[in-house]
């Protein structure tokens, strides 16, 4: 029986996760890939905690605290793919590596690295482009989403293998981890 390879992509929000995941999948379409996104595991709006700003006192809905994301149903549809055992499973969002249930798992652990400021443009456009005024991005980003990645996300980057750069996405970095994986299963 072939042994499922188990990849996690961590780092901060915009800082390259989701494409580096979407490149790996175009990549590996020969294999069998089930790739999890873990911005698909938000409770609903009113369910997620809250958090008292750190500078201005305002409360936030607080969605990148671990207690966010409904976990137990995650840990279930990874259960349910490892059953079907796939070639490999790719789990992908800000606490891929911090989740010790996901991250003891993991055959490759990798950490998708951006600037603090380059991450907070891609995030101010994102959030522009869908209808949020630039003060409530900016004001919800120093008050609640950099506290929570000091606190929950960047310590992560010292639990990874690797660590990818999301300023410019490398075509080698995509080459060396798909190479190491082909390398993977064909030993299964």
Known sequence: MSKTLWIGVAGGSCSGKTTFVNA???????????????DKYFYPPEQRPRIRGFINGVEYRDDNHPDTMDLAKLHADLEQAAAETPDVILVEGILALWDEAIYSRLDLRLYADCPDEERTVRR??????WGQEFEEITDRYLNAVRPRFSQYVEP???RADL????SFPSDTALQMVCGWIRSRCSEN
């Open 24 to 38: 790996l999948e175009q990549q590996l379409s020969d294999l069998s890939v089930r790739a999890f996104h873990m």
């Open 124 to 129: 101010i456009k994102r959030h522009l482009s």
């Open 156 to 158: 992560c980057k010292w």
């Open 163 to 166: 660590i990818l750069n999301g």
